[in-house]
């Protein structure tokens, strides 16, 4: 992690939250569509017990009223290497709160920035304490980081979507790529990380040539 954050510029960390915001509205319209329309995600993996779970959620009951006529969901973009590891031990990186008109279909984003200070109530042997955004989750899971929301905004969010570095590159993908300008010194970074992200992922990837606009597929717009 440490090589991660410490070799990225600012431009860099602006790109790869800009990138998640789209990917991830992007995977969470497919998944609002697909389960209304069909009530068939079989390609979203649930947690079986996540209906039980959501008792233990920080709900704030006066946002109910306030909220009435919206559906509100947390998207999380999470830093897991693994294609199949979504659980605590990654951080989320990315935090994005989906309000959806249920009358228009309207959807506003609205992003948490990771090292935003926030209270993160008691879980998994932690006592209430300020922690960064992308902690919670680190520490404490989904259930600690959506309470987290839910406190500090006064919301009362009971849903999530959640993709890792593996949904990531195939969101992409699926859209045909991306187009960003890369400059000299994020084009170094970019290919030393496709390195590592094709370890990890097991896929294989064509090194980025030059700077300028270019155009990124799944796995290289994930290591950028």
Not at 135 to 144: L, M, N, Q
Not at 150 to 156: F, V
């Amino acid at each position: 992690m440490s090589r991660k954050k410490a070799g990225m510029s600012a431009n860099a960390k602006w790109g790869i939250a800009f990138l998640i915001e789209i990917v991830v509205m992007f995977f969470m319209v497919v998944g609002y569509f697909f389960f209304y329309a069909n009530r068939k995600l079989d390609n979203i993996n649930r947690p079986t017990n996540w209906d039980d779970s959501k008792e233990n959620l920080d709900i704030n009951e006066d946002a109910n009223e306030a909220q009435k006529g919206y559906r509100t969901i947390a998207l999380f973009g999470i830093d897991s290497r693994s294609t199949t590891s979504m659980a605590e031990g990654n951080r989320s990186d990315s935090i994005i709160i989906a309000s959806i008109n249920n009358d228009t279909k309207e959807v506003k984003l609205v992003s948490v920035y990771r090292d935003t200070l926030l209270m993160v109530p008691a879980s998994g042997g932690f006592n209430d304490t300020y922690r960064k955004a992308t902690e919670a989750f680190f520490y404490s899971g989904v259930e600690a980081t959506i309470s987290m929301i839910n406190l500090n905004l006064d919301l009362n969010i009971t849903d999530y979507v959640m993709v890792n570095f593996e949904a990531l590159i195939r969101i992409v993908d699926a859209v045909g790529g991306v187009d960003l300008e890369i400059t000299e010194q994020e084009l170094y970074w970019l290919n030393e990380y496709l390195r590592d992200t094709g370890l990890n992922t097991g896929r294989t990837y064509e090194t980025v040539p030059s700077a300028g606009m270019v155009h990124l597929d799944g796995i290289q717009a994930t290591a950028y």
